[in-house]
Structure formats: C-alpha cells, structure tokens
C-alpha cells in the first residue's frame, strides 16, 4: 500500500463520494446527448451515420477528457492554494516523480471511469463499439494525457482564477471544435490544421474510428503518446522545482 500512496489516498476519496462523483459524471454526458443528438439535427447524417450515433465517440472522449483534468487540476489546485497541504507530500517518503505520476494515474482512471459511464449511455442508445480494443486504449491515452495536462495546470497556476482562465482557453475550446460534435473537414483549410494539433482531436477520431469500425489512424495514437511523454516530463520537472521552495 505504501507503494501507491496517493492512489490509494484517492481511492478512499472516491469511494466516499461515490455516489456524487458518479451521478457528477453522467448528467453532464446526458445534457450534451439530449442537447445535440435529440434536440439537434436528429434526422442530419455525418459519415454514413445518424447525427446522434455520430455524436455519441465525441462524447465520450469529451466526458473523459474533462473528467480526467478536473479529477486532478481541482485536487491539487485547492490543496496547494486553498488548504495548503500539498508541501506535506515533499515531507513524505515518496518520492517527487511518483507523487507525479500516481496523480496523474489517478486522474486517469477518475476518466477512464466516466468513459465507462458514458459507453452504458451508448449502449443504451443503442450504439455498440466495433473495435472495442482500439476504443479502450483510445480511451486509456485521452485519459492519461489530460490527466497530466491538470496535472501541470495545477502545478503552475498561483491562483484560483488562473485555473479557471486555463480551462476556458485551453479544456472548452477543445471540447467543441476537436471534432466532438462535427467533423473538423467542414472547417476553413488553416483553422483545420490548428485543430489537427490538439489532442483531443486525435482521441475523438480514434474512438469514433473504433466505434463505428473504421480504419484506425495509428498517428494519432503516435500523437496522443508524444504529447503524453512530453507533458508527464513538465509536469515531474515543475514539481521537483515545486519541492525545492
């Protein structure tokens, strides 16, 4: 237990609240299904499919990513800003690199949980996933890669209102235009290759690739690890400075 003391510690965080973190995690999904996929262009088509089904992969990766980044960012950003208790871990037996990558673990399997919500939300739908393997390591990337985005947002915000000016120029512009809701091809040639950079942009495609049995884009998995490699280096680098103050 000793070797997965922050995981742990968010285990038991989580299963107090469970009930709160999982009602939390299906009603934002829902909003969106009733919102775009009932309430909008229900009877349009996108790539062979009706808009709903269409919607449902971007939906999912959207759920993940922000579940993932806010099961993190918001854990760290009050306990360093608010309660003043993080430094404690610089005074624990663990190490700065794995206090690093346990919360970034944890973020991940916070997403991981909400992407299996919303996959019974497809189900129900009734929606079912051809590629189930590539899906759930899509899934697994998405989850791990803004997990460690929160994790160094967090990390280098000196207020409260930095880490909301984080989240809307950088998590909400993702959430709508990185293909969630309509192809990134409808867009303007020079705004499409903006997009192209963005991550979530990568998992959306994969998910809905592996949703409905398509080609898989094996770059975007190539993406999603670089930009995860390279972020988990930040995010270690920022807290070992961290540590040093």
């Given at each position: 237990m000793s070797d997965f003391t922050v995981i742990w510690r968010e285990w038991i965080f989580f299963k107090r609240r469970f009930f709160k973190i999982t009602s939390a995690q299906i009603v934002t999904p829902i909003l969106y299904?009733?919102?775009?996929?009932?309430?909008?262009?229900?009877?349009?088509?996108?790539?062979?499919?009706?808009?709903?089904?269409?919607?449902?992969?971007?939906?999912?990766?959207?759920?993940?990513?922000?579940?993932?980044?806010?099961?993190?960012?918001?854990?760290?950003?009050?306990?360093?800003?608010?309660?003043?208790?993080?430094e404690n871990y610089f005074l624990a037996p663990i190490s700065v690199r794995r206090l690093a990558i346990e919360y970034i673990i944890s973020g991940a399997l916070r997403g991981i949980y909400a992407c299996f919500l919303m996959v019974i939300i497809m189900f129900i739908a009734g929606a079912h996933i051809e590629k189930p393997i590539v899906f759930i390591?899509?899934?697994?990337?998405?989850?791990?890669?803004?997990?460690?985005?929160?994790?160094?947002?967090?990390?280098?915000?000196?207020t409260h209102y930095d880490m909301n000016r984080f989240t809307s120029f950088v998590i909400t512009p993702m959430s709508f235009l990185c293909g969630t809701f309509f192809s990134v091809?409808?867009?303007?040639?020079?705004?499409?290759?903006?997009?192209?950079?963005?991550?979530?942009?990568?998992?959306?495609?994969?998910?809905r690739s592996a949703t409905f049995g398509r080609n898989i884009d094996w770059f975007s998995f190539i993406v999603l690890i670089t930009y995860i490699i390279i972020i988990t280096i930040f995010s270690i680098r920022i807290c070992y400075e961290e540590s040093r103050i």
């Amino acid at each position: 237990m000793s070797d997965f003391t922050v995981i742990w510690r968010e285990w038991i965080f989580f299963k107090r609240r469970f009930f709160k973190i999982t009602s939390a995690q299906i009603v934002t999904p829902i909003l969106y299904l009733i919102t775009f996929g009932w309430g909008l262009n229900t009877s349009t088509n996108i790539d062979g499919n009706s808009y709903m089904y269409y919607i449902l992969p971007g939906i999912a990766a959207l759920t993940t990513m922000r579940s993932s980044y806010s099961g993190v960012s918001m854990r760290i950003s009050v306990a360093r800003l608010h309660e003043k208790s993080f430094e404690n871990y610089f005074l624990a037996p663990i190490s700065v690199r794995r206090l690093a990558i346990e919360y970034i673990i944890s973020g991940a399997l916070r997403g991981i949980y909400a992407c299996f919500l919303m996959v019974i939300i497809m189900f129900i739908a009734g929606a079912h996933i051809e590629k189930p393997i590539v899906f759930i390591l899509a899934t697994i990337l998405n989850a791990t890669l803004f997990s460690a985005i929160g994790f160094f947002a967090a990390m280098i915000i000196d207020t409260h209102y930095d880490m909301n000016r984080f989240t809307s120029f950088v998590i909400t512009p993702m959430s709508f235009l990185c293909g969630t809701f309509f192809s990134v091809s409808k867009l303007p040639i020079f705004f499409r290759w903006f997009i192209e950079l963005l991550p979530l942009t990568h998992a959306t495609r994969l998910m809905r690739s592996a949703t409905f049995g398509r080609n898989i884009d094996w770059f975007s998995f190539i993406v999603l690890i670089t930009y995860i490699i390279i972020i988990t280096i930040f995010s270690i680098r920022i807290c070992y400075e961290e540590s040093r103050i």
